[in-house]
């Protein structure tokens, strides 16, 4: 069950669409989706299969799109409005957030950057409290979701936009000048401030403070974007119920194996729905 919807973001309207659960019962556990860099929320139509299949009776699905190769920080503040207005409107019981490559970025930001996690060593992640009767997720007055899929996400940003802006032109952002994008992809001109913005973020140290709670790793072994160590590095640093699982010869898609993946992703909600 589809529905379109549109939020006022903090730089502009952002679109979306909600596959509202269609099992009852399960409606108000939901998944939010955040997609990767100049890409969108519809994945080239996978994504879109995928959260109409979560849809049918696992838990509601909700994707939107980024504001056009935006930087890190807003990005975070555009996934905060969303989930405001989920929050707001869906009202869930249970908050999963599952983000692809820069998305998976943002969501690790968005989730341990706040109250989330900040006494890990005692293993008191997320236990504010203001209300009995409200949601656990609502009631820590947080970002942090109950459990968070990362799909093809990487363990350090520099090493990765290296790898995607390649390293003269990565170079030359960090000396102010534009960096442009030409390929099958499209023409893209990435502005300096994008990546100067992403090196404030250490997402590994954020990560390191998940401590409870469901984790679920995916990477391909054959990706050249955001090599499979990363992976590895996260799911070393994280704790909680953690899983890694690697897709064997494919790339930072998952152009092979996307079914394999969904269908973790799909037994992973159930288990922890």
Known sequence: MRQNFTVAGPFGELSGVINLCEVETKRRNVLVMAHGFRGSMEGG??????????????????????????????????????????????????????????GGATCIVTACEGDCCTDAAAGNCCKISHSNTAPEWYKRNTYCPDGMVLWSAPNSLQKTFIQVLGSE??????????????????????????????????????????QTGPLLIIHGTKDCIVTPEQAKMNFEIAGGNKQLHYMEGDNHHLDLRFKEAGNLIKEWLKENG
């Open 45 to 102: 139509g996978r994504a879109a299969q995928l959260a109409d299949e979560i849809g049918e009776s696992i838990c509601s699905v909700v994707r939107f799109n980024f504001s056009w190769c935006t930087m890190l920080t807003n990005q975070i503040a555009e996934l905060k409005a969303v989930l405001d207005f989920v929050r707001k409107t869906l009202q869930p019981e249970k908050l999963f957030l599952l983000g692809r490559s820069f």
């Open 169 to 210: 032109a990565f170079q030359s952002a960090l000396q102010g000048k534009t960096v442009v994008l030409d390929d099958e992809r499209g023409h893209d001109e990435i502005p300096a401030t994008f990546v100067t913005d992403l090196l404030q973020y250490d997402v590994a140290a954020l990560l390191q403070r998940w």
